[in-house]
C-alpha cells in the first residue's frame, strides 16, 4: 500500500512539474503538449481504436521476440559458460552482433526476411539476446564449484548438474539480464517497426511525427511504450521474486 | 608642402572616400539565417549548396547554415529555422493542425512523385492497380499522398492493393527483390538508381491524374510578419541558383559534392538525377493558385484536412511577387 502510495505520489509529481514546464515557457503543443492534452488524446486514440490497432501489434511482437531471444540466449550463455572452447568460438561473433548498432542492421534482417513479423521479431530477439546470453554464462559459472564437485563425486551427469545446480545458481544473475532485456524488447520492436511495418507503436509515432504533425498522439505512443516496458519489467522481477525464493 | 599640409587632405580624403564607393562594396554583416533540409544531404538540393557556395546568400545579405532534420516544419514554424523545405501536401496537414507555418515559393511545379515498376507492368489506368503489391515509405509524406490520390482517382482505395512500408525508403530494394510489383519514388531519383542496376522502369505519374502542389520553400508565420523582406531575399538567392544549375547542371552537381562528398561516389547517376530534377523545377517560384486548389480539395476529400483553414492561409504569394 506504501509502495503503491509512493508510485501515485512520484506520478502527480512528474505530471505537475511537466505542466507547470509548459505553462512556463509557454511552448506550443506542437512542441510539448501539456499533460491534459495528451490526455484528452489518449482518450480518443483509445475510443475509435487506433492505440488498441497499434498496441496489440507492438506487443505480440515484443513477446514473440522475447521468447525467441530469451530461449536461445539462455541455451547460448548455458553453453559458453560451459566451455571455454565454445565461449573464445562464438563470443567475437556475439560482441560483434552487439556493437552493430541495431538500427543500422534492422533495414537489412528487414529486406533479408522479407518484412514481415518473421523479420520484427528476429530484430527484437536480437537486441534482447546479449544481455540475457552473458548473465547466464556468469551465472552458470558462478555456480559453488565445491557443490559441483560433490555433484559429480555422487555420479550426477553433466546435464543433471546443469539442471539442478548451474541454472538454478545462476537464476539471480539471468533475472538481472531479463530485466534488462524486457526493456531492450520494447526498443527492439520499435526500431523493427522503424525498418518496415504496416502498424505498431512505432509506426503510429512515425505517423503522428511524420504524417499528422500530431505531437500529443506522439506522446499517447511513446507513454504507451513505457507503460509497456514498465508492465513487463514488473512481470519479470515478480517472476524473479517467486523462481528464486524457491529455488 | 609641408608634411603637415599634406596630412590634412589626407584625413579629409579618408573621411569621404567609403561614401563614395558604390553601396555593394561596403561591408555589411550577413544576416545569420538557418534553412532545414530533409533527412539527409541529396543532389536534389544542390540550389543551395550553390547559393551557399557560389555566394549567391551573400550577396543577398545572407549567411546561411544548412541543416538536416526530420522535422522540418515544426522546427521552422517554432523559429529555431528559418528556412526549410517541405511538401506542399504536408504543409497542408501542418497548417491545418495549428503549426504555424506557410508555404513561400515553388521549387517544383510537377509533383516529383510518382508510381515505378519494372517496364511494360505499370498500368496507364489508375484503376488497373487493384491487386498490386506497392511499396512505400509509410503512411506519411507526399510518396503515401500521392498513392491514396491515384488510387482515389481510380476509384479504389488502399484496401485494394497490398500496401508494404519501407519506412528507411528502400523501396528500390524491395522492387529489385520482387517482394513488391510497384513502388512510390521521386521520378527523377529512383528511375535512374534502377535503371542503373538493370532494371528498365515505366512511371504513372499524378500530374495529369489528380494534381498536387510539388514540394516549396516554407517559412514561420512570426518571421513572415516580422521581415518579409528577408523570406524575399532568401527565396531570390535560391531561385537565381536554380536558374543556374538548369543552364549548366554541373555546376549543381560540384556545389552538392563539395557540401557533401558522398554524393559524388557515383557522379553519372547524380549528374543523371540533377538534370532530371531540373526538369521538374519551378521556373520562377511562383505558387500555382489552380494545382493548390485542386490539391486542396484532393487533400480533403482524402480525410487529410478538415477543410477549416483555406488555402490563402497555407501560402503566401507576397514572398515570390515582391522578388
Known sequence: MRRLATTLLSLAAFLVAWKLLTVVTGTPDYILPAPEVVAERALRAIGSGLLWEHTAVTISEILLGLAVGATSAVAVGTALGKSVVIERVLSPYIVAAQSVPILALAPLLDIWFGGGLLARVLICALIVFFPIAIATMVGIRAADPLLREMFRSLGATPGQITARLEIPSALPVLFGGLRVGVTLAVIGAVVAEWAGASSGLGVLINIADQGLFDTPLMFVALATLAVIGIGLHGLVVSIERRVVATS | MSPRRLLLPLIALVLVLPGCLPSSSVSEPLRAVKLLLGFRPDVQFAPFYLAQEAGYFAEAGLEVTIEHSADV??????????????????????????????????????????LIGPAGTVPSDPAELAGLRIGTPGEFGSSWHALLALLEAGGLTRDDVTIRAYPQFNQVEGLLNGDVDLITGFRSNEPLRLEAQGMSVDLLTIDEVAPLPGPGLIAGDELLSSDPALATAFATATLRAQQAIAADPQVGLDAAIAAAPAIGEDRATALAVLRATVELWSQDGTIDSAVWTSGYETMRRLGFIDGSVPVDEMIDREVVRAS
Open chain 2, 73 to 114: 516544419l515544426v522546427l521552422v514554424a517554432d523559429g529555431r529555422a528559418d528556412f526549410g523545405v517541405a511538401d506542399a501536401t504536408d504543409v497542408m496537414i501542418a497548417r491545418t493542425s495549428g503549426i504555424p507555418v506557410k508555404y513561400i515559393s515553388t521549387l517544383y511545379d510537377r509533383f516529383p512523385v510518382a
